[in-house]
């Protein structure tokens, strides 16, 4: 089945307790980003990657890293997490045009995981 | 991406049909429709997309004003598990794989 599956799905921590959740794929998509969702402020992009080894910036960046060693993960990394952190994240992934064989056929389906709910204490 | 206006919130009845509409005046030649939905606090699922031509797939269909300037989501008959907000997005093809922009999006709410 296609999938993007996060992990965990939920986690309580503490301010400074450095924190990965995990993002993986089966769908051999180049394309993966991370987004959190916030009340009232909607789904905000935090990085992206269009291919491995290659990463940019989002709406959101700071206070987060993210690594693409491999096509099928895209960890998030919170180094020192904070208190405004604690957000409802999600993984997405998807085909880019390249892959999908021209504009017409690259839907922008991006496929998201089921959500990570996070809470820096 | 062109900006896509969408009322707040509707209800519908459990085995009617759903109409959300969308407006996007500012839509330009190149730019498709995309209709996504979120279930409560579930990560966003894709629904259908256009171009100019009504499009129809297992969950919904989609038809879009000759002038492309608004279209309407029709969930033909709606259930309880269609609650949800939907999320109307106007991007270009070309465009695959960036950030989407959801937007508010409609909340739906399917009564029995």
């Known amino acids: 089945e296609a999938q993007v599956t996060q992990n965990p799905r939920y986690l309580i921590t503490v301010t400074g307790k450095k924190l990965t959740v995990t993002c993986s794929q089966n769908?051999?998509?180049?394309?993966m980003s991370w987004y959190r969702q916030d009340p009232g402020l909607g789904l905000r992009q935090i990085y992206y990657?269009?291919?491995?080894?290659?990463?940019d910036k989002g709406d959101v960046p700071e206070g987060y890293k993210v690594s693409r060693k491999e096509k099928r993960n895209f960890p998030l990394i919170l180094e020192s997490p904070s208190p405004n952190q604690t957000s409802l994240y999600f993984c997405a992934s998807s085909l880019l045009a390249s892959q999908a064989g021209g504009p017409r056929s690259s839907y922008n389906e991006q496929f998201f995981g089921p959500g990570t709910r996070l809470t820096v204490l | 991406d062109a900006k896509t206006t969408q009322p707040p919130s509707m209800d519908c009845a459990e085995g009617r049909a759903a109409n959300l509409p969308c407006n996007h005046s500012?839509?330009?030649?190149?730019?498709?429709v995309y209709w996504y939905r979120q279930i409560h606090s579930q990560g966003p699922q894709y629904i259908i997309h256009?171009?100019?031509n009504n499009e129809t797939n297992e969950m919904a269909s989609l038809i879009i004003t000759e002038d492309r300037k608004s279209s309407t989501l029709i969930l033909p008959h709606a259930t309880l598990r269609d609650t949800a907000v939907y999320y109307c997005?106007?991007?270009?093809?070309?465009?695959?794989?960036?950030?989407?922009?959801f937007g508010k999006g409609t909340s739906l709410l399917v009564t029995p």
């Open positions: 990657s269009m291919n491995v080894e290659v990463t």
């Open positions: 997005i106007v991007r270009v093809a070309g465009n695959s794989g960036y950030a989407l922009n």
């Open positions: 500012t839509i330009s030649g190149n730019e498709y």
């Open positions: 769908m051999n998509h180049e394309y």
């Open positions: 256009g171009l100019k």
